[in-house]
């Protein structure tokens, strides 16, 4: 076994999901069980209840992963020791954004880490919005790009990056791109392109049910990419921030339907736990990310 494989099963046993478990550690759910029964066979014990429905650690597999935890966190303690005559800053830095984020959001923030901590390792993670703050707060990442609450996160410290309001798009090849009268006439007219789960859903939901408003859901997904994908069939009008149409390969595909003031704007930036904790070689990755931040701000203005 090598430290490659305790990573994913320490992974695998804090999701009990294969899938998504696979999808943390950038391999297929077949290739995760293979990896899992070869750690099974070296360690001469079943590490893992497997059924349809569900995951789970058997006792053997709960002394293996704390075994598994003990030796990464030995690892990772024994490399910044051996790092200490140097000072030059070293490690991954685990950051979740959106696809749209990746092109829109964290340039700026790549270009003042490459240039400032170049033996920084940055290691992204994609995934819808929604998925940012558990991201955050289960400590898969150190930052993460998200649509900010306007009640805000105890746990949570944020930096404003820019606010988008959001918009309904419909293909400009499609049925819905001529729709007149007020938001309430737009959502009663088409069929809508919704997110599962995320602060858009909650407004949309909060508002539809203020105005008792009946709308008619084609598709629901994760994700402002794979809405628009759905949208682009002509299958609806997808909600999604105005920051996703104005970058990237979207530009002249869709027609814009406002949403006016019914579901307001997007405050979009960078989160990261309030809580510094982790090794050394974390908390200075950590005051790292602060001292780029507080550079960009200014600019983000």
């Given at each position: 076994?090598?430290?490659?494989?305790?990573?994913?099963?320490?992974?695998?046993?804090?999701?009990?999901?294969?899938?998504?478990?696979?999808?943390?550690?950038?391999?297929?759910?077949?290739?995760?069980?293979?990896?899992?029964?070869?750690?099974?066979?070296?360690?001469?014990?079943?590490?893992?209840?497997?059924?349809?429905?569900?995951?789970?650690?058997?006792?053997?597999?709960?002394?293996?992963?704390?075994?598994?935890?003990?030796?990464?966190?030995?690892?990772?303690?024994?490399?910044?020791?051996?790092?200490?005559?140097?000072?030059?800053?070293?490690?991954?830095?685990?950051?979740?954004?959106?696809?749209?984020?990746?092109?829109?959001?964290?340039?700026?923030?790549?270009?003042?880490?490459?240039?400032?901590?170049?033996?920084?390792?940055?290691?992204?993670?994609?995934?819808?919005?929604?998925?940012?703050?558990?991201?955050?707060?289960?400590?898969?990442?150190?930052?993460?790009?998200?649509?900010?609450?306007?009640?805000?996160?105890?746990?949570?410290?944020?930096?404003?990056?820019?606010?988008?309001?959001?918009?309904?798009?419909?293909?400009?090849?499609?049925?819905?791109?001529?729709?007149?009268?007020?938001?309430?006439?737009?959502?009663?007219?088409?069929?809508?392109?919704l997110p599962k789960t995320g602060l858009a859903r909650k407004r949309f939901d909060k508002w539809t049910k203020s105005r008792n408003v009946k709308p008619k859901i084609a598709a629901e997904t994760e994700g402002n990419e794979a809405l628009l994908a759905i949208a682009q069939l002509g299958l609806g009008i997808a909600l999604v921030p105005r920051i996703v149409l104005e970058n990237g390969p979207y530009q002249g595909k869709f027609v814009i339907h406002e949403a006016g003031n019914a579901l307001?704007?997007?405050?979009?930036?960078?989160?990261?736990?309030?809580?510094?904790?982790?090794?050394?070689?974390?908390?200075?990755?950590?005051?790292?990310?602060?001292?780029?931040?507080?550079?960009?701000?200014?600019?983000?203005?």
């Amino acid at each position: 076994m090598d430290f490659y494989e305790l990573d994913a099963f320490i992974t695998l046993a804090e999701t009990l999901n294969f899938s998504k478990a696979a999808d943390l550690c950038a391999m297929s759910p077949s290739a995760l069980s293979r990896m899992v029964a070869r750690l099974e066979e070296e360690a001469g014990a079943a590490l893992l209840d497997r059924d349809n429905r569900r995951v789970s650690l058997t006792e053997r597999g709960k002394k293996f992963l704390a075994f598994a935890r003990e030796a990464v966190t030995k690892r990772k303690g024994l490399l910044e020791e051996f790092s200490k005559g140097s000072d030059l800053l070293s490690g991954d830095l685990k950051v979740y954004a959106s696809v749209t984020a990746c092109y829109t959001i964290l340039p700026p923030f790549i270009k003042a880490l490459s240039q400032k901590y170049p033996a920084v390792r940055l290691s992204v993670q994609t995934g819808g919005e929604a998925g940012a703050f558990n991201a955050v707060k289960e400590g898969r990442v150190l930052l993460a790009v998200a649509a900010i609450p306007e009640e805000g996160n105890a746990a949570i410290e944020s930096t404003n990056v820019i606010k988008t309001p959001l918009i309904y798009a419909a293909s400009a090849d499609g049925p819905w791109t001529k729709l007149d009268g007020s938001p309430q006439d737009i959502v009663s007219s088409a069929p809508l392109v919704l997110p599962k789960t995320g602060l858009a859903r909650k407004r949309f939901d909060k508002w539809t049910k203020s105005r008792n408003v009946k709308p008619k859901i084609a598709a629901e997904t994760e994700g402002n990419e794979a809405l628009l994908a759905i949208a682009q069939l002509g299958l609806g009008i997808a909600l999604v921030p105005r920051i996703v149409l104005e970058n990237g390969p979207y530009q002249g595909k869709f027609v814009i339907h406002e949403a006016g003031n019914a579901l307001g704007y997007y405050d979009v930036g960078f989160i990261r736990k309030k809580e510094i904790s982790g090794t050394q070689n974390e908390r200075k990755l950590r005051a790292a990310v602060e001292e780029i931040l507080s550079d960009l701000e200014a600019d983000f203005k």
